[in-house]
């Protein structure tokens, strides 16, 4: 499965000495409601697949892939589970994990545009320290009131 064959698609992992989940890649929105009704209709697609003999993996960490096709309503799924029923069962413990899951994920999104802000902050002191450097003619009370407002934003 590539991501351009899909039109959504989310990957995750799973540890299952810790029972953490966590979204490696998603193009859905992060919201619950979302992610339960692609779930929802995945697990319904998987009913009546028939039973996989194949050996489980025994692995820390496994890795899933899943991406629907909308115009086929097709699901395509990746796994290192090496057994197509415990890939369904691992989903359906991260279905009813959603909630803290997507708390977590939601947050990291927010920590890395705060990292953002703060660099870009950074960046915009260091040009307009530049530019005082350049000017020296700007009186110093209206220097504090650019330092002020960098900072207060």
């Known amino acids: 499965m590539t991501k351009a064959a899909v039109d959504v698609y989310f990957e995750f992992t799973w540890n299952p000495k810790t029972d953490k989940y966590n979204i490696t890649s998603t193009n859905l929105k992060k919201e619950k409601k979302v992610f339960e009704e692609v779930i929802e209709n995945y697990l319904y697609a998987q009913m009546g697949a028939g039973e996989d003999k194949?050996?489980?993996?025994?692995?820390?960490?496994?890795?899933?892939?899943?991406?629907l096709d909308l115009s086929e309503d097709i699901f395509y799924t990746e796994s290192n589970t090496g057994n197509k029923g415990l890939t369904t069962g691992i989903v359906m413990g991260f279905s009813k994990s959603l909630e803290?899951?997507?708390?977590?994920?939601?947050?990291?999104?927010?920590?890395?545009k705060v990292a953002n802000y703060n660099a870009q902050s950074d960046i915009l002191k260091h040009t307009i320290d530049i530019f005082l450097k350049e000017n020296p003619n700007i009186p110093e009370t209206e220097i504090t009131i650019i330092e002020k407002n960098i900072g207060s934003s």
Do not use: D, H, R
Request: proline share 4%; net charge positive.
């Open 54 to 67: 194949s050996p489980s993996a025994k692995l820390e960490e496994y890795k899933i892939k899943i991406g």
């Open 100 to 112: 803290s899951i997507l708390k977590v994920a939601n947050y990291n999104t927010q920590s890395v």
